[in-house]
């Protein structure tokens, strides 16, 4: 496994760039859902993929229904929205401001899931691409359910990964998620560069 580690000043700014680019985010899911979005301090760690799916699978039942999304450019990776599943029923509530039987609201939640992942994650790789001064393709999202190790499944488990993570929640209603970003090296090594560019671009403005 090879060793990278974050200076104190890189994981700041990693921090920083989460913080924007989920700012964004939670400001267009409110329009959405009419309610007021809160975010938590963004984590930014270097671990093991199973290690990984591990940390999600503690903050969430069995199964997860997650919006997966590929992206490209000087560095790349996977972008996901993540939910426990009974609160992704709740959203698609929260969506369809109707009193509707379970089995429907089932049947809704893949396309209400792809459009909200669709506007967060390419609001979130929208602000990031912008600050850092690069251009980020993304592939079409992709709706996935099962346990955290079937989401987050790769070529090797126990390959480092940078797991960036923030959690969100609605206000009032019983909704919570969070939207995490999967790197592999050398991807990792190509966005710490990207952020070292964008430190020298602040440090000597």
């Known amino acids: 496994m090879a060793d990278i580690q974050l200076t104190p000043l890189q994981h700041d700014a990693i921090t920083e760039l989460l913080n924007i680019g989920m700012g964004q985010a939670a400001a267009s899911l409110s329009e959405i859902v009419g309610e007021e979005v ?3 301090i963004p984590s930014v760690e270097l671990l093991p993929r199973h290690t990984a ?13 997650a919006i997966k999304q590929h992206f490209n450019g000087p560095f790349w990776g996977d972008a996901l929205l993540l939910f426990a599943e009974e609160k992704s029923i709740e959203l698609v509530k929260t969506l369809v401001k109707e009193d509707l039987p379970l089995e429907m609201l089932k049947e809704l939640e893949r396309d209400a899931l792809l459009e909200i992942g669709n506007i967060i994650l390419n609001s979130c ?43 969100f929640s609605l206000k009032t209603k019983e909704v919570d998620g969070y939207v995490a970003f999967i790197l592999e090296i050398p991807s990792i090594e190509r966005f710490i560069q990207s952020v070292n560019n964008y430190l020298g671009v602040i440090t000597s403005a």
């Open 38 to 40: 809160k975010l938590s």
């Open 53 to 65: 799916a591990k940390q999600i699978a503690i903050h969430s039942s069995n199964q997860i229904a």
């Open 125 to 167: 790789l929208a602000s990031l691409a912008n600050v850092l001064t690069h251009e980020l393709h993304s592939d079409l999202p992709t709706f996935m359910a099962g346990t955290a190790n079937d989401i987050l499944k790769g070529t090797k488990d126990d390959d480092l990964v940078m797991f960036l993570r923030m959690d």
